[in-house]
């Protein structure tokens, strides 16, 4: 076992089967005969025993052998959690100016609650009520034709009260910079690795952490093309998972979804910023991303692997791309890829995107 190179002081105190162990680790104590002792010290209980130059020590504290490679150097208690949230705002706040009626219209058939379900239950408890008291038959097909036209009046009003239409027209300029947005967002999404950051922070505790002092908790998302429900409309729109929210990114301005409740943020409001992060990463290395150098699940102090530790495996180094996305109404969501050139391009496209689209919005 690899150890410490450095200067001690070491003293023995000894009354008749009982000695007194002083050393810089702390104080120990031993009793028994020659060839033969039990003691103890600031590493635990053992046993010593051997004549001749044949020994045998054991720990008799669960730990093994005091001189084996079975032990394993005491760690510090962790600190505690140094993470702290990346989250968006109240989607309340995100209101952009050219959006008040949008918004107001979203909100409506986001927060409409649908009648065709409570018509199909009702249709259903009639006809098992019918059923249990034998009514005649004709009675019977009377009630479901009845329930079936109630259903399907419920569900068309669903639809027609329940939907928002947007209707995009693009002209040329529009148009390429809304195809560009798709094209950098599908490069984006098909990197083999892609997270949202749901929480980052700095640590002193470099030793438990592969001698790193920045920290992250990211979950796996798999982006997209899609629509936020009770919309329709004539273009697909690319789609990033952000904890509990949806980001939209439609030709005039990024919807964001939290639940029921919608919010709005133009492009123009929007900074995305990239940066290259050189992560340990401790699970499978995604085939597409660039390893940039290795370090230790324990290290020393010289960034070196800590040869205390028998378990102490290599941690390849992994460039990653950072990509942060916040506005001054409140956005702030941050994803990291396995191609960070994917992230900067995307962020380009951000930045160009269509501004003033001719839309024709809402109805319902």
Same mark, same amino acid.
């Given at each position: 076992?690899?150890?410490?190179?450095?200067?001690?002081?070491?003293?023995?105190?000894?009354?008749?089967?009982?000695?007194?162990?002083? +050393?810089?680790?702390?104080?120990?104590? +031993?009793?028994?005969?020659?060839?033969?002792? #039990?003691?103890?010290?600031?590493?635990?209980?053992? &046993?010593?025993?051997?004549?001749?130059?044949?020994?045998?020590?054991?720990?008799?504290?669960?730990?093994? +052998?005091?001189?084996?490679?079975?032990?394993?150097?005491?760690?510090?208690?962790?600190?505690?959690?140094?993470?702290?949230?990346?989250?968006?705002?109240?989607?309340?706040?995100?209101?952009?100016?050219?959006?008040?009626?949008?918004?107001?219209?979203?909100?409506?058939?986001?927060?409409? @609650?649908?009648?065709?379900?409570?018509?199909?239950?009702?249709?259903?408890?009639?006809?098992?009520?019918?059923?249990?008291? !034998?009514?005649?038959? =004709? *009675?019977?097909?009377?009630?479901?034709?009845?329930?079936?036209?109630?259903?399907?009046?419920?569900?068309?009003?669903?639809?027609?009260?329940? @939907?928002?239409?947007?209707?995009?027209?693009?002209?040329?300029? *529009?148009?390429?910079?809304?195809?560009?947005?798709?094209?950098?967002?599908?490069?984006?999404?098909? $990197?083999?690795?892609? =997270?949202?950051?749901?929480?980052?922070?700095?640590?002193?505790?470099?030793?438990?952490?592969?001698?790193? @002092?920045?920290?992250?908790?990211?979950?796996?998302?798999?982006?997209?093309?899609?629509?936020?429900?009770?919309?329709?409309?004539?273009?697909?729109?690319?789609?990033?998972?952000?904890? !509990?929210?949806?980001?939209?990114?439609?030709?005039?301005?990024?919807?964001?979804?939290?639940?029921?409740?919608?919010?709005?943020?133009?492009?123009?409001?929007?900074?995305?910023?990239?940066?290259?992060?050189? #992560?340990?990463?401790?699970?499978?290395?995604?085939?597409?991303?660039? &390893? &940039?150098?290795?370090?230790?699940?324990?290290?020393?102090?010289?960034?070196?692997?800590?040869?205390?530790?028998?378990?102490? !495996?290599?941690?390849?180094?992994?460039?990653?791309?950072?990509?942060?996305?916040?506005?001054?109404?409140?956005?702030?969501?941050?994803?990291? $890829?396995?191609?960070?050139?994917?992230?900067?391009?995307?962020?380009?496209?951000?930045?160009?995107?269509?501004?003033?689209?001719?839309?024709?919005?809402?109805?319902?």
């Amino acid at each position: 076992m690899g150890g410490i190179l450095g200067f001690y002081i070491r003293k023995g105190f000894n009354f008749g089967p009982l000695r007194l162990n002083l +050393s810089r680790s702390g104080l120990g104590a +031993s009793i028994g005969v020659k060839g033969f002792r #039990f003691g103890s010290g600031p590493r635990g209980a053992y &046993v010593h025993a051997g004549r001749g130059g044949l020994y045998y020590r054991q720990s008799l504290s669960g730990r093994g +052998s005091l001189g084996g490679d079975s032990q394993r150097p005491a760690l510090p208690p962790p600190l505690a959690d140094p993470l702290q949230p990346v989250d968006s705002g109240d989607v309340g706040q995100m209101v952009n100016a050219s959006a008040v009626e949008l918004l107001a219209e979203l909100n409506r058939v986001e927060g409409r @609650t649908q009648l065709a379900p409570f018509a199909g239950l009702l249709l259903a408890a009639i006809g098992a009520l019918e059923f249990y008291q !034998r009514v005649p038959v =004709w *009675a019977g097909a009377l009630t479901l034709i009845v329930g079936v036209a109630l259903v399907i009046y419920a569900r068309h009003r669903d639809v027609t009260r329940g @939907t928002a239409v947007l209707q995009y027209s693009l002209d040329g300029d *529009a148009e390429a910079r809304f195809n560009a947005l798709k094209s950098a967002f599908a490069q984006f999404a098909a $990197c083999q690795g892609l =997270w949202h950051i749901e929480a980052s922070g700095q640590t002193d505790d470099w030793k438990r952490n592969a001698g790193a @002092t920045g920290l992250l908790r990211r979950t796996a998302i798999r982006p997209g093309l899609g629509l936020p429900r009770r919309v329709a409309t004539n273009v697909e729109v690319p789609v990033l998972v952000g904890g !509990r929210q949806r980001l939209y990114f439609f030709p005039d301005q990024i919807l964001v979804y939290d639940g029921s409740r919608v919010g709005a943020v133009a492009y123009a409001e929007v900074r995305a910023t990239v940066l290259l992060d050189a #992560f340990a990463e401790t699970q499978q290395v995604p085939t597409d991303a660039k &390893v &940039v150098g290795s370090t230790w699940r324990y290290v020393n102090k010289k960034g070196g692997p800590d040869r205390r530790f028998n378990d102490n !495996r290599e941690i390849p180094l992994v460039q990653y791309g950072n990509l942060q996305l916040e506005s001054d109404s409140g956005l702030r969501e941050h994803f990291e $890829c396995s191609r960070p050139e994917t992230a900067q391009a995307l962020a380009q496209a951000l930045a160009t995107a269509p501004l003033a689209p001719e839309v024709r919005r809402p109805t319902s």
